[in-house]
């Protein structure tokens, strides 16, 4: 078998084993009666799916990262997160920033910034999540700033018409990402304030695999 085979063998062996000693330590003994084996069987087919989906990607991973600690956390990371997730997208999001974040060049390096992001998509709902991508949209076709508060203001409007919400709607949902660190709030003349996008935005755009969106 190639090395290549090997590692992502060992992969699915990590995988198993991280969601074997963590659940039965937190989730399994935090339960009662039958919810402890539907939490268990939850658990398993969350981790069944991640490991389909390692195995079906061209990632080339090497024996010495998969048993990193950098491998081991990202992975308890994103399982936890899986095991809490109520959607069927909020899953797909998750599975799809672990694959996009064992497969970052940069990887070890950025474990923890990714480790991160995983804590705030779990704590964000969908449409909090498609708000600030939005957000980040709206500023990469129109630029950041302008001295004219009335074109600032766009980036509102914009959220109006693309979500249906009020204005009121919108700076509560920014007030909650600004406490996430994804949203800068830039004071307007008079009322309200331009929400703007972090650079973590960027970070997560990029573990969602939602890049073709912004060409």
Not at 56 to 83: C, M, P, R
Not at 112 to 139: A, G, P
Request: net charge negative; glycine share 6%; proline share 1%.
């Amino acid at each position: 078998m190639s090395k290549y085979g090997d590692s992502k063998t060992i992969s699915e062996s990590v995988i198993t084993s991280v969601v074997k000693s963590t659940f039965d330590e937190t989730l399994g003994v935090a339960t009662l009666g039958f919810l402890t084996g539907v939490f268990k069987v939850r658990n398993q087919n969350n981790a069944e799916e991640l490991i389909r989906r390692l195995k079906a990607s061209e990632i080339n991973l090497d024996n010495h990262l998969v048993q990193s600690n950098e491998f081991l956390g990202y992975t308890a990371k994103v399982l936890i997160a899986l095991s809490i997730a109520t959607t069927r997208q909020k899953i797909d999001y998750l599975l799809n920033a672990y694959i996009n974040g064992v497969a970052d060049v940069d990887f070890r390096n950025k474990s923890e910034r990714f480790n991160e992001l995983i804590d705030v998509l779990s704590s964000l709902s969908i449409h909090s999540i498609q708000v600030v991508v939005e957000i980040y949209k709206y500023h990469l076709n129109n630029g950041l700033l302008d001295t004219n508060d009335d074109i600032n203001r766009g980036v509102i409007k914009h959220l109006n018409d693309v979500f249906s919400m009020t204005d009121d709607d919108i700076y509560s949902i920014c007030h909650l990402l600004t406490a996430k660190g994804l949203v800068f709030q830039h004071q307007l003349f008079g009322y309200g304030f331009v929400p703007q996008a972090s650079p973590w935005v960027k970070d997560i755009i990029h573990l969602l695999e939602v890049e073709n969106q912004f060409q």
